[in-house]
């Protein structure tokens, strides 16, 4: 299902547009939701600690990272979730994305 138009916002990296949301959790910090703008397929959702601010260089970095790990956003495919640098995974053996 792709994201909602209303109350997302657009961005553009390296000549291809995203769309994207910051959805507040509990769990274990701040969603950064993204898509492809033109062919949404997979998602990617990168977890940020509570606080951080959201800039245009940010979810740039965050889409760029996810691109080099292997997130594929104009191919069908699970949710593709990371964690920013600082957030633990939960559980035993919890560890940080690199």
Do not use: N
């Not at 769309?19 to 977890?47: H, Y």
């Not at 600690?49 to 191919?75: D, K, N």
């Not at 495919?77 to 640098?85: N, S, Y």
């Amino acid at each position: 299902m792709a994201l909602a138009k209303k109350g997302t916002r657009l961005i553009t990296v390296d000549d291809c547009r995203y769309r994207w949301v910051v959805a507040p959790d509990d769990e274990p910090g701040l969603a950064i939701v993204v898509e492809d703008a033109d062919a949404p397929a997979q998602r990617m959702v990168t977890w940020v600690e509570h606080g951080t601010v959201i800039t245009p260089e940010l979810l740039a970095r965050a889409i760029r990272r996810a691109r080099g790990l292997g997130w594929t956003p104009r191919q069908r495919g699970r949710q593709f979730t990371t964690r920013w640098p600082g957030i633990p995974r939960s559980g035993p053996g919890a560890a940080v994305d690199p």
